[in-house]
């Protein structure tokens, strides 16, 4: 595989990440500090000597708020038209102040317009603070944001508190409230934003890794394949080549029998009478046993790599897969050094005889399974490598939904709203 193509996914990614960092947010509002509202209601019905009091622990300030504390009696709208106004929106909304009232606080209902609509409006007839209940009953407060609404105090609870209260008001029984200062609470690392992009970040990487393997193992399995059709080949035409050389049995007072003649090459022994030899096209003599399973893996003649196929005229374009060039210098000298070694070793045993000394494992010739692969190791390569690769593609999937669940979980603690 070229370089330009293993360097291809890489700057994919790079740009995906580039793309979705410039990828406009509202993360930076998000991850902005908030405060907890504790907020004390006391409601004095008719007829009761002793006032209800509860108190509300999940209020929250808005971003643009002062942080401090108020105290005043809580007002909702008054009707339109003769239709209940909860969400302080209208341009024609009022609210019914008593005369000895100095201080009071509005009670609006979240949706319709934005936040800081509401709070304006409420801020125009001179109200202190502003409480915003949510319109949704499972939804946690969020921080709201009002640039530019002065300092009148903003907060918001949760729609069930706010329907409560908004029950004795509709019974005209008075309501008083004290907003304090909560808990400082630290940004969040999270926002919606910033999930979707780590996401989608996430799933382009997957998809060009993924594809980029695909690629990678299929020119693998591509060039596996065509290796083992010409190797497959290859063993045909030298089986037959084979067959076409001479063989012949040496017999007493041949060339191969006097004590100059040179050694077999593959097992360093010399020609004995009876011994089957093999004669090359260029005149060089083996074992028959020694030769013939060399001929079949690389069709060259072990000592001057003449290519048998060529020189018999049989497939005369199929080079020989020559994957094992061998020193044959080096291979007999190193060979006559082991076998000096192992003749001493046995001279110095009277208990032994030569003849093991042919099968005592001493192998002048490495098979070519020891250098490659074979088929079934290849197999078991490969299988590692896809373990390897759906081990990873697994974890990281597992991760990215870990990442997930915990930056939803954090979402509603760390939201931002304009309305």
Request: net charge positive; hydrophobic share 40%.
């Amino acid at each position: 595989m070229s370089g330009a193509a293993r360097a291809g996914p890489a700057r994919l990614a790079a740009l995906a990440l580039l793309t979705c960092s410039l990828w406009p947010t509202r993360a930076d509002n998000a991850s902005q500090e908030y405060y907890t509202a504790l907020i004390n209601v006391t409601v004095q019905e008719p007829g009761r000597g002793t006032p209800l009091t509860f108190r509300i622990d999940r209020g929250r300030y808005g971003l643009d708020s002062p942080k401090a504390e108020v105290r005043g009696q809580v007002l909702a709208p008054l009707p339109i038209h003769g239709v209940a106004d909860h969400l302080g929106c209208d341009p024609q909304t009022r609210f019914f102040v008593p005369p000895n009232i100095k201080q009071w606080i509005a009670l609006l209902q979240r949706g319709n317009c934005t936040f800081k609509e509401k709070i304006s409006r409420a801020a125009f007839h001179n109200a202190v603070a502003v409480v915003i209940y949510n319109n949704k009953s499972k939804e946690e407060p969020v921080t709201m944001t009002h640039p530019g609404t002065g300092d009148i105090i903003a907060v918001m609870i949760t729609e069930l508190r706010g329907k409560d209260i908004l029950s004795y008001l509709e019974k005209n029984i008075s309501v008083q409230m004290t907003i304090a200062v909560g808990t400082r609470m630290p940004p969040k690392n999270f926002s919606r934003g910033s999930l979707v992009f780590v996401s989608i970040s996430f799933i382009v990487l997957m998809i060009i890794s993924s594809a980029w393997l695909i690629f990678y193992f299929i020119q693998k399995i591509r060039y596996t394949n065509a290796r083992d059709r010409n190797q497959r080949r290859l063993g045909d035409a030298a089986k037959k080549a084979i067959s076409k050389l001479t063989t012949r049995t040496v017999k007493k007072g041949d060339k191969e029998t006097d004590p100059d003649f040179d050694h077999c090459a593959v097992c360093i022994e010399s020609y004995k009478q009876n011994d089957v030899v093999r004669v090359l096209p260029c005149k060089h003599v083996f074992h028959k046993s020694c030769v013939d399973p060399w001929l079949s893996e690389h069709c060259t003649c072990p000592m001057c790599k003449l290519n048998i196929l060529k020189a018999l005229g049989i497939v005369p374009n199929l080079p020989c897969t020559d994957n094992v060039a061998l020193d044959m210098e080096r291979l007999t000298r190193t060979q006559a050094v082991n076998r000096r070694s192992a003749l001493g070793d046995l001279a110095s045993d009277s208990s032994l005889g030569l003849e093991p000394l042919r099968t005592s494992g001493i192998s002048p010739l490495p098979q070519d399974g020891e250098l490659t692969p074979r088929t079934g190791e290849i197999n078991i390569a490969v299988t590692k490598e896809w373990f390897i690769i759906a081990s990873f593609g697994l974890l990281s999937a597992l991760t990215l939904c870990y990442m997930i669940i915990r930056a939803t979980a954090s979402l509603n603690a760390n939201e931002v709203e304009w309305f």
